[in-house]
């Protein structure tokens, strides 16, 4: 797979990069060697090798579940905005 000019400004679209022309075949070419390698990769033969989610063995550790005392509401009764049990906060995303 070829990567073009078109895909690069795709590319930099999404990423909200800016380019100038100058670094556009540059860049281009980077990519177009990255792609290729991907590819390379997506030809070897895997048969038999089980997936793994880390570099190295080890196993998920579990902690025991432990029922504790919390701060509680009384921590935030006081604080502004506590209204009906719950803190109310202003908007901070439109």
């Known amino acids: 797979m ?7 400004i ?3 679209r999404l990423a909200r990069l ?3 022309e ?3 075949d540059r860049l281009i070419e980077d990519l177009d060697r990255i792609v290729g390698f991907v590819t390379q990769l997506s ?4 048969t038999g090798v089980e ?3 880390y570099a190295q063995k080890q196993a998920l550790s579990f902690r025991e579940d432990r ?18 049990g719950l803190v ?7």
């Open 2 to 8: 070829a990567f073009g000019k078109a895909d690069l």
């Open 10 to 12: 795709n590319v930099a």
């Open 18 to 20: 800016s380019l100038a």
């Open 22 to 24: 100058e670094e556009m």
């Open 43 to 46: 030809e070897v033969d895997v």
């Open 51 to 53: 997936p793994m989610s």
């Open 67 to 84: 029922v504790f005392e919390s701060l509680g509401r009384e921590c935030v009764s006081s604080s502004l905005g506590f209204e009906d």
């Open 88 to 94: 109310r906060v202003p908007k901070i995303v439109d």
